[in-house]
């Protein structure tokens, strides 16, 4: 260490202390035992969600909203348009490439790392074993306290005395707001990250009771052999140099090359159980994030994931959970929800037939069906239609028998499994227009009698087999070489490109592993993806949720076979 | 230093125009144009202006109202035209880009409605025709200003029409577009051009002609 840089930390140490002596008036017990170190003694959790509101919410515990003046040529915030979080991100840890919208570098409006330990300890000469480098962190400006944080929140000036840029607001807070906003930002990216070791990074993926052992073993199959693959061409930690003393790669490239472990988490019994088996297998096998995963029911996972914060990215949910103001869960679709709208579109759509007047649809309790077609019975009654239900037990009752006592509609939508569609019966007396779900049917391969073939349109939300033929290549190459039996094209492809998503973003992130970092990257980088297996394209934000957005209508191209037509191009509901 | 010239005459040109079809109150417009002056030297170095006859696509778009309609009627029904792009969950440049429409439109007061204030989204799949409306609302946005989006295609054929596309749309740029008569080129504001910059561009094409 030269002489220089002691008297540097000497000399910033100093300062700390002049201004907690200075500031000793105003601050309180906490802020002065923060102003002489870098963390608050103790997180006060009313503190902490006093200032969760000011983040994420842009709302002061008074319950008044937050006011973020700019100079007066930018346009002043308040409220929810104020909140750090906008900018700042979940993770605190600013802009990552490209994701905020601002061309970063070359706007020169890069947004820093606010998470506490960016702002209130040193980062210059930083142990990036202890505080990793991000895009944006201001490596040579002096660790805030309290008091300059105080002043760079509400007059814009930092702890060195320079301005900050024009589109970061000026806060009116008070000091009680202040101080919340603090505890907030020091539980923002904490220095232990459950699931993540020096060594190793824990991945779980879930599956619900009612999967069939063969997909459940070809997804998981997907898996091992992916995290096999990208674990072989890990980088050992190398012997120290002899003169520097370091590793041949570098500490940090050596952290980035952790060894992936994956925990597979069966869940049992009913859907209300399975929260608090979750909690359990979180708490004995903390994981960094979950990808994957199969089931009909997401919703009680989904919920599970946002409690805990756990981030996720689910390539086979068939029923999502439609939260909007959730954060941490990511899908490649809507799933059966998305099939409603899709269907929707086909019943609305003014055609050559007359406007559909009543509808019947079809489906087991309990199954997959039951949200998507309550989905459908909302949107549909909305513009004035009649929809009747028939409901078939779970593992009892006949579709056809359901069918018979139901003639009459203008139009007939079957939820149902290819078990169910095998024994449709005749068609001759249901209603003149059918529609299906391809997700729950089986898609092409569906087992659709051959006189309903000609008559049924299919909701299809993934691409048309021809046009994503080079896309799915390569899985389908990989799966090859490895051995990889395919049992259900779709839901292997896809768990293998959730993999990749999750495997690229890590790659970006470097050494900062963090759930909700995890999550921003994706959502900033998934739109640049070309392989992007069953779907046409990707594409995320900020508060977005569904990767692939849209669907087709289609049918079969022929009496037999797995020919499609589109009869409706992609759309989006 | 030479461009803030240019602005501060055009600008006095502009207020001498201000009782005209914008029907401003002149004392309005004042305020606007001296707020105009002391914004220009601080944001002299970050909004670049430049002009420009861009090709429109003849694209179909969806107006927030659903209606299917053609960029090249939408911008040439004779007004003059503000336009940028946003993509609704976008939490930066597009809220303060929407932000500063409103403002536009404010200002405008009662003669708003002569002028067509264009919004075209970057992330068509995203913003359905009923989320753009949901958008609107946030902003006030009057019977002037039109939100627009699409087929993934269309909105591309757009963006690259005007120059616009980067990529991907985390990776746009804050950018306004104004053409300040029918048939007149096209004036390019990059940077986070202000309200009163950008009531400035419409009234110089009133000085001019």
């Known amino acids: ?124 000469g930083h142990d990036e074993a202890n505080l990793p480098y991000v895009d944006g962190m201001r490596s040579g400006r002096s660790p805030y306290t309290p008091a300059t944080l105080g002043r760079a929140l509400r007059e814009g000036i930092d702890a060195d005395g320079h301005t900050l840029g024009k589109l970061m607001p000026r806060f009116a807070l008070s000091d009680s707001d202040l101080s919340a906003l603090i505890a907030y930002l020091n539980t923002l990216y904490p220095a232990h990250v459950p699931g993540v070791t020096p060594t190793v990074l824990h991945f779980a993926t879930i599956i619900t009771p009612e999967i069939e052992p063969e997909r459940r073993k070809a997804m998981v199959e997907v898996m091992e052999k992916f995290f096999a ?201 249901v209603a003149p227009r059918i529609f299906m779900s391809g997700l729950m049917g089986g898609l092409e391969k569906s087992p659709l009698p051959a006189e309903w073939r000609a008559r049924t349109i299919m909701a299809y939300p993934f691409d048309l087999p021809q046009k994503r033929v080079v896309r799915v290549d390569y899985p389908l190459g990989w799966f090859r070489i490895r051995h990889i039996a395919v049992v259900d094209e779709q839901m292997q492809v896809d768990t293998y490109l959730a993999c990749g998503l999750v495997s690229e973003a890590l790659n970006e992130m470097v050494d900062t592993f963090y759930g909700p970092y995890l999550i921003e990257e994706i959502q900033s980088m998934v739109e640049h993806r070309i392989v992007t297996g069953y779907y046409p394209h990707l594409s995320l934000a900020e508060n977005q949720h569904f990767a692939s957005k849209g669907g087709y209508l289609v049918q079969f191209a022929k009496p037999s076979g797995n020919g499609l037509v589109a009869a409706r191009e992609w759309t989006v509901p | 230093m030479r461009r803030n010239l240019a602005y501060g005459i055009r600008i006095g040109m502009g207020i001498l125009v201000a009782g005209g079809s914008l029907a401003l109150a002149t004392a309005h417009a004042e305020q606007a144009a001296e707020a105009h002056a002391s914004h220009v030297v601080r944001l002299a170095d970050s909004v670049t202006r430049s002009t420009a006859n861009y090709v429109l696509p003849a694209v179909t778009l969806t107006r927030a109202d659903g209606q299917q309609v053609s ?76 939100f627009y989006t699409g087929t993934v295609e269309a909105s591309l054929d757009v963006q690259r029409a005007f120059r616009v596309y980067r990529g991907d749309k985390g990776d746009h740029s804050p950018v306004t577009l104004v053409r300040p008569a029918s048939g007149s080129g096209w004036v390019r504001l990059d940077g986070f051009a202000t309200a009163p910059e950008i009531l400035a561009e419409l009234k110089g094409a009133k000085s001019r002609n």
């Open chain 1, 229 to 429: 693959e990208r674990n072989s061409r890990q980088m050992v930690p190398s012997a120290p140099m002899r003169v520097s003393g370091k590793t041949q790669y570098g500490r940090s490239m050596f952290m980035v090359h952790r060894q992936w472990q994956l925990h597979v988490w069966d869940l049992t019994g009913s859907p209300e159980t399975w929260g608090s088996q979750l909690d359990e297998h979180l708490a004995r096998e903390p994981v960094l994030a979950v990808i994957s995963g199969l089931g009909h029911n997401w919703v009680p996972v989904h919920e599970f994931c946002e409690r805990k914060q756990l981030a996720c990215l689910f390539p086979n949910a068939e029923v999502p959970a439609d939260a909007p103001g959730d954060f941490f869960e990511l899908y490649l679709s809507r799933g059966v929800l998305l099939e409603a709208g899709l269907i929707a579109n086909g019943l609305l759509a003014p055609g050559a037939t007359a406007p559909v007047k009543s509808v019947r649809q079809i489906y087991r309790s309990g199954d997959s069906g039951e949200a998507a077609a309550g989905l459908l019975a909302r949107v549909l009654r909305d513009k004035g239609i009649t929809v009747h239900e028939s409901v078939l037990a779970p593992g009892g009752g006949s579709p056809a028998s359901a069918l018979r006592s139901a003639a009459g509609d203008d139009a007939l939508v079957l939820w149902l499994r290819p078990a169910d569609i095998v024994a449709l019966g005749d068609p001759k007396e």
């Open chain 1, 1 to 124: 260490m030269s002489l220089r840089g002691k008297g540097a930390r000497v000399g910033r140490a100093l300062v700390r202390i002049v201004s907690a002596v200075l500031f000793a008036a105003v601050w309180p017990a906490w802020a002065m035992a923060a102003a002489m170190g870098p963390m608050p003694a103790a997180p006060d959790t009313a503190a902490i969600k006093a200032g969760e509101g000011i983040y994420l919410r842009g709302e002061l515990p008074s319950g008044a909203a937050l006011q973020g003046r700019r100079d007066d040529a930018v346009p002043s915030a308040r409220g929810a348009e104020a909140a750090c979080v906008n900018c700042h991100r979940r993770s605190g840890l600013g802009s990552t490439h490209q994701s905020n919208g601002l061309n970063a570098k070359a706007n020169g409006n890069q947004i820093p790392p606010i998470a506490g330990r960016y702002l209130f300890e040193s980062n210059a």
């Open chain 2, 71 to 146: 960029l090249i009627d939408e911008i040439g029904d004779g007004r003059p035209v503000v336009l940028n792009f946003v993509y609704t969950t976008c939490t930066t440049i597009c809220s303060l880009g929407s932000q500063t429409f409103a403002e536009v439109q404010r200002k405008l007061g009662a003669g708003r409605d002569l002028v067509h204030l264009v919004s075209v989204s970057i992330d068509p799949e995203e913003d359905t025709p009923q989320r753009l409306r949901a958008y609107a609302r946030r902003y006030d946005a009057g019977p002037q200003w039109h």
